[in-house]
């Protein structure tokens, strides 16, 4: 399916749903309908990596004449630029990657875009995690570094972004005592 239409039938569920009443649900329901929502909110920020992705991949910032995605972005979308910023730095660690030669390559934190996409972890919670594992030694082991993506992302899972960066400190401490 075209990415265009595939736009299009959200824009018309987004419209069902403004149109739908909840008065009829029961509390469980509601809360049912309020986490569903969710969830599908989530896996649509997931969406924004890879369009912003193609963004870069096409130079548009440059051909617009426009300093970098994250200003084209606030332009475009109307938000501010700390918000442009932390969609493209997102972008950049959750989104496709292309080699030099054109192969297709994995997100750079695999984890966190796999369960970024089925809606488990919010904007925050991605962020934290972002620059938890970027505020790690250089020197760190790979295996390393993927496990302690997955212990920040198991972690989110049960935990809202401001435990989960009690959780990332802790983290960075233990892998990093000296600090910098």
Do not use: W
Not at 143 to 171: C, F, T
């Amino acid at each position: 399916m075209a990415c265009a239409a595939a736009a299009a039938k959200v824009a018309a569920a987004v419209g069902e749903l403004l149109a739908a009443s909840c008065g009829p649900l029961t509390d469980e329901g509601l809360l049912e309908v309020l986490r569903s929502v969710e969830v599908s909110r989530r896996r649509l920020e997931s969406f924004d990596s890879a369009v912003i992705g193609e963004i870069q991949a096409r130079n548009l910032p440059g051909r617009l004449v426009v300093r970098s995605a994250a200003r084209l972005l606030s332009g475009v979308l109307r938000i501010s630029p700390g918000e442009a910023g932390r969609r493209v730095r997102q972008a950049d660690v959750l989104g496709p990657r292309v080699s030099l030669t054109g192969q297709r390559l994995a997100p750079v934190l695999p984890v966190t875009a796999a369960t970024r996409a089925a809606g488990v972890l919010s904007a925050e919670q991605v962020e934290v995690i972002r620059a938890a594992l970027h505020r790690l030694p250089a020197g760190l082991p790979v295996p390393e570094v993927e496990r302690a993506e997955r212990l920040l992302v198991q972690a989110a899972a049960g935990l809202d972004a401001a435990a989960l960066g009690g959780v990332a400190r802790r983290l960075i401490d233990t892998l990093d005592p000296d600090g910098v």
